[in-house]
């Protein structure tokens, strides 16, 4: 009896443990993702295509 009774706690105690896991590694595997997309993008042509398409937008609305 003590001995299922002790079971069921380290079982409880491992998925508890588990779930903090569960929440703790998509947070670590999407901060490691968008540091890498900050090293990693070309930023100046991202800039560049916003600031175009952003401008087509206003003479869009201009010609009409």
């Known amino acids: ?6 079971l069921h706690v380290k079982a409880h105690g491992v998925r508890h ?3 903090v896991l569960v929440l703790l590694i998509p947070a670590l595997i999407f901060a490691i993702v968008l540091a890498w997309l900050l090293e ?16 087509s937008a206003q003479s869009e609305i201009t010609s009409h």
């Open 1 to 6: 009896m003590t001995n299922s009774a002790h």
């Open 17 to 19: 443990h588990h779930s």
């Open 40 to 55: 990693n993008l070309p930023w100046e042509r991202v800039k560049g295509a916003a600031t175009e398409s952003n401008a």
